[in-house]
Structure formats: C-alpha cells, structure tokens
Nanobody
Framework: QVQLVESGGGLVQPGGSLRLSCAAS????????MGWYRQAPGKQRELVAR???????NYADSAKGRFTISRDNAKKTVYLQMNSLKPEDTAVYYC?????????WGQGTQVTVSS
C-alpha cells in the first residue's frame, strides 16, 4: 500500500519558517520525482517545488529564494524548508510522487501564515 504522509505544517507569523516533511512508503522512493504543491481556498492546486531522482530542482517563482526542496532517499523522505513566509503562502501543502506510470498524492498539511 502506497502512503505519502506529510507533516510539519502549522501556524506561523509572517517572516517565520517551517519545514515540511513527506514520508513515503510502498514505492521505490529513489525512482520517484517528488514535488510539493499547494492549494489555497478558492484557488487551483499549484506547483511549489519539485526534485527529480537525481536531485535536480525547480521552483515556482513565488518560492524562489525562500523555499528549498530536498530529499533523503535512505529515509524515503522529501522536505520543504520554507523561510520568510508570507500570508499569501497560506494553503494546504501536498506531497506528490511521480513514477513512470503513475502518481501518488499525500493527504496534505495546512500551513497558515498570520500574525
């Protein structure tokens, strides 16, 4: 059974930091490209950051310079370090695993940036 379990969300003040984690099981993690997406109320889900099997990364413009995606294949975990958070970063953050012939999503973790 495939599971992607996100953690690390919460309430943070503007300018603060959070580190999200996504622990995978049931997949060959090292073969998966991993991504973080987010969905704010009333908006479409959007890509935040993505990391390939060989750790090449790409970021949404809104995340560049503030967020860092990384992976630990031994722990089957992908991380999203988020710094200098803004109220507009408030959303549910989802982890996604891209394999050759299928994709999997986590259940999401809420991030709220508010004073």
């Amino acid at each position: 059974q495939v599971q992607l379990v996100e953690s690390g969300g919460g309430l943070v003040q503007p300018g603060g930091s959070l580190r999200l984690s996504c622990a995978a099981s049931g997949i060959i993690f090292s073969s998966a490209a991993m991504g973080w997406y987010r969905q704010a109320p009333g908006k479409q889900r959007e890509l935040v950051a993505r990391i390939t099997r060989v750790s090449s990364t790409n970021y949404a413009d809104s995340a560049k310079g503030r967020f860092t995606i990384s992976r630990d294949n031994a722990k089957k975990t992908v991380y999203l370090q988020m710094n200098s958070l803004k109220p507009e970063d408030t959303a549910v953050y989802y982890c996604k695993a891209d394999l050759v012939d299928t994709v999997y999503w986590g259940q999401g973790t809420q991030v709220t940036v508010s004073s």
